[in-house]
């Protein structure tokens, strides 16, 4: 799961996100997977542990592609309107990444 890069904390994926509502243009970059990555790398974060700031290139961007089909996938999941994510995109990615093991471990 996403740590800061500064401080080793773990970060939810839900702030991070909420972070980046900030942006004009969120919506749109969730049409197009190239620009929501090329956003994400570039965007400027804030560690909520230790307020220091990192570029988002230095999150495991495995992980970043995950979170863009889950946005996607779950369509109500962002309030635009209070810019809050309403899902648990931690907890549905670690979920997903389970699945994804089990399915390997499955086919051996």
């Keep these: ?27 749109e970059l969730l049409t197009d997977k190239g620009a929501f990555i090329s956003a994400f790398e570039e965007f400027i974060f804030m560690c909520p542990h230790c307020k220091e700031e990192f570029y988002g290139r230095h999150l495991e ?3 970043a592609e995950k979170v863009f089909e889950l ?11 209070n810019k809050k994510v309403k899902l648990k995109l931690t907890n549905l990615l670690a979920l997903d990444m389970m699945l ?9």
Excluded: H
Aim: proline share 2%; glycine share 6%.
């Design 1 to 27: 799961m996403a740590r800061c890069p500064i401080c080793g904390e773990a970060l939810k994926w839900e702030e991070l996100i909420e972070q980046m509502l900030t942006l004009e243009n969120f919506s």
């Design 61 to 63: 961007m495995k992980e």
């Design 100 to 108: 994804e093991e089990w399915d390997k471990r499955v086919k051996r």
């Design 71 to 81: 946005l996607n996938d779950f369509k109500g999941g962002i309030d635009y309107e």
